[in-house]
């Protein structure tokens, strides 16, 4: 709700009172940034895992694709960091929501929002970490391990942990009516994603005794819909924003 400048739930029906139009434009255009890179991050990562299932290119080319992918999917989580560091907190006597000066952080614990979005965001870093450490290859089964898998498996845990807490937040927000609701289906789209991201990673474990993952077309199939899911769930983000006339 504070993400489309509106001030909350009371009691189940909505309060009236929105953003000014100054901060609806501000919020509108950093979902659109957010949505955007989602969407282009998805659709580089589904690229990426059709490359690697078909081999095309080598595995240099999908892993390049993938950094490119995984840079769009940081700077989403960002954006969506600033749009809970500046959507409204309160209203004026005269019902209207204004916000604080703009702030490119924050430190909100207590907002089970906030912490949805940093949880997404500092897992977006694991996965750069994974992904450029992908990038360099010609790495051992070891350094596999401790590069690439180990910061892939956190990224993906940290996603989960997002998308759990968004969940509980929309929970308690709005308790009836839910499945009606865009910003639900985002989540739980997302949601989807990550648990498809985690299927892909265990499959994409390296056996030791062999220097093999343990199911190539998994971890290939598991990246490129789970990639996909980013995608449309940021697709239906751009339409998540305040009105133009708030």
């Not at 450029?132 to 996603?159: K, M, N, Y």
């Not at 290939?220 to 819909?225: A, P, R, V």
Request: net charge neutral.
């Amino acid at each position: 709700m504070r993400k489309r400048g509106v001030l909350a739930l009371a009691d189940g029906a909505e309060v009236r009172a929105r953003a000014d139009a100054p901060t609806a434009a501000r919020l509108r255009r950093v979902n659109a940034i957010s949505a955007t890179a989602f969407v282009l991050g998805g659709s580089l990562f589904a690229l990426g895992a059709a490359l690697a299932q078909g081999d095309v290119g080598g595995p240099r080319l999908a892993a390049a694709v993938y950094v490119v992918g995984g840079a769009f999917f940081t700077t989403g989580a960002y954006a969506g960091l600033l749009q809970v560091a500046n959507a409204p907190r309160g209203a004026d006597p005269d019902g209207i929501l204004r916000t604080p000066p703009w702030r490119w952080w924050s430190l909100e614990p207590g907002r089970l929002d906030w912490s949805s979005s940093v949880t997404l965001f500092v897992g977006t870093l694991f996965f750069a970490a994974s992904l450029l450490s992908a990038l360099i290859g010609d790495l051992t089964i070891a350094q596999e391990h401790r590069l690439v898998w180990s910061p892939e498996v956190v990224g993906c845990v940290l996603f989960l942990v997002s998308g759990h807490l968004a969940l509980t937040e929309m929970r308690h927000d709005r308790p009836r009516g839910r499945r009606t609701d865009l910003g639900w289906w985002i989540v739980v789209v997302n949601q989807l994603g990550s648990v498809l991201f985690m299927v892909a990673a265990i499959a994409a474990f390296v056996r030791p005794a062999t220097g093999d993952e343990l199911a190539v077309g998994i971890a290939n199939w598991g990246t490129l819909t789970g990639a996909l899911c980013f995608a449309v769930a940021g697709g239906m983000q751009e339409f998540e924003r305040p009105d133009a006339g708030a």
